[in-house]
């Protein structure tokens, strides 16, 4: 037990130096009195979320893929539309899918998250809000039943939508704390303007949004909550940007096409969570740390799971800074340069994903590292673990194994990456529809 406190002391003082720096690199607002403020409370509750010893995070997300695929025909391929019964590939999935009520029981989706986002649930503790109004024309005064209405508002919400719409966003959409954009039973779509931002924010969920042909937008006032706008400089055209912020779980979104990165994860971010994506038409495709010079980013820690990385896609899926990133079930089928790289140190686990290399001989490599000499990287711990390597593909492993410490129940390796195809076979958003199964 006393070593348990000294641990975490430890933990403690640690983050206490690395934190103040989390905000090395430029950003694109005004650190008022307000966003100082914002900024200190996100630093305390990233440390809340951070997790002294990851890798127990990786063997109980490794045990609930076991359970959820026991007893299940993993080795059948996606090929084509599926047009069969309902039927659910991996455990987040498992955990809500394939019921008849589910648009009755929409919060239950707050218990399903996994990995380092795993205690993430977003506005189950509210009411639902409706948008019904896909415009975005008054950034100071914004529209009830709007999206940038709804996601401002300082309660708990578990946001819906009254049916299909695509909302091209004017500037940023700023997410402030304990908020759901649930856009399951509609064709929901972020596109031609700007994208999502995450800033100082904790407890988010979005699921099931397209989110596509994202734009920099030219900044100006905006408001970011209900007691608070201010000065936003141009931003930079991510799909979503996670800044600063903590609990966050990104489920089931189909991205391509952005002007920067389709997620960015940065600035001291952690506990994130990223599955069941479908991503394509890209070069950078997610960034975890945004800066070698930021090391304030050693608390982040992302999972990265069951998710499609498809057609057009050229690198960074992901590229990471500093923290620890457990990769876990993912399908890579098309990249042109490198799959996964980084730079400063991260720790990078790759289990049971499968990759499959493009044809050119100099980017068969699946990793990168970047400044870094050999003598360097060789010290980065990056392993993998039951990858499924085809068309020549290679994962150069580095550094020492990890001191793992997993408790009795979560001894058990995750699925093979033969079972990928099948796991990954509904990425990206899914057609539900009220009364059906999902």
Not at 138 to 165: C, Y
Not at 203 to 218: E, Q, R, S, Y
Request: aromatic share 10%; glycine share 8%; charged share 20%.
């Amino acid at each position: 037990m006393e070593a348990k406190r000294l641990s975490i002391w430890v933990v403690a003082v640690c983050l206490a130096v690395l934190v103040p720096g989390l905000w090395a690199h430029s950003a694109n607002f005004e650190l008022d009195d307000y966003w100082h403020q914002k900024s200190k409370e996100a630093e305390y509750h990233a440390l809340a979320a951070y997790h002294p010893e990851p890798e127990a995070v990786t063997d109980d997300f490794n045990y609930h893929v076991h359970m959820a695929l026991e007893g299940t025909n993993t080795t059948r391929r996606a090929l084509g539309k599926y047009v069969g019964k309902c039927m659910v590939t991996n455990p987040i999935d498992k955990c809500w899918r394939c019921k008849k009520n589910w648009a009755q029981r929409r919060k239950r989706l707050a218990k399903c998250a996994r990995g380092f986002g795993r205690n993430t649930t977003g506005g189950a503790s509210g009411r639902y809000y409706v948008v019904y109004d896909p415009s975005d024309n008054d950034m100071l005064n914004p529209k009830p039943g709007t999206l940038r209405h709804a996601v401002i508002q300082k309660e708990p919400l578990w946001i819906i939508f009254a049916g299909s719409m695509i909302i091209r966003l004017k500037q940023e959409l700023m997410i402030t704390n304990d908020k759901t954009i649930d856009g399951r039973g509609a064709n929901v779509r972020i596109a031609y303007g700007a994208g999502i931002t995450i800033q100082f924010a904790r407890n988010v969920i979005i699921h099931g949004l397209g989110i596509h042909n994202i734009h920099p937008a030219d900044g100006g006032l905006i408001r970011d909550s209900v007691d608070h706008f201010g000065i936003r400089t141009r931003s930079d055209g991510d799909g979503i940007t996670v800044f600063g912020s903590s609990l966050v779980w990104l489920d089931h979104l189909s991205m391509r096409e952005c002007a920067d990165g389709l997620i960015d994860v940065v600035a001291g971010s952690t506990a994130v969570t990223i599955s069941n994506g479908h991503f394509t038409k890209h070069n950078d495709v997610m960034l975890f740390g945004a800066t070698d010079l930021n090391d304030g980013d050693k608390i982040m820690q992302v999972t990265v799971a069951f998710n499609h990385f498809g057609k057009g896609l050229i690198q960074r899926m992901p590229r990471c800074r500093w923290g620890f990133f457990h990769v876990v079930n993912n399908d890579y089928t098309h990249w042109l340069m490198y799959a996964i790289g980084g730079s400063s140190k991260p720790t990078i686990i790759s289990q049971g994903n499968r990759f499959i290399a493009p044809p050119n001989m100099a980017a068969k490599e699946v990793t990168k590292r970047d400044y870094a000499s050999p003598a360097e990287w060789k010290q980065w711990t990056w392993k993998s673990e039951g990858d499924l390597m085809m068309n020549g593909a290679f994962f150069v492993e580095s550094g020492p194994q990890l001191q793992m410490k997993p408790k009795r129940k979560f001894m058990i390796k995750p699925k093979p990456a033969f079972a990928v195809t099948w796991m990954t076979r509904f990425a990206g958003t899914l057609n539900c529809k009220s009364r059906r199964k999902c």
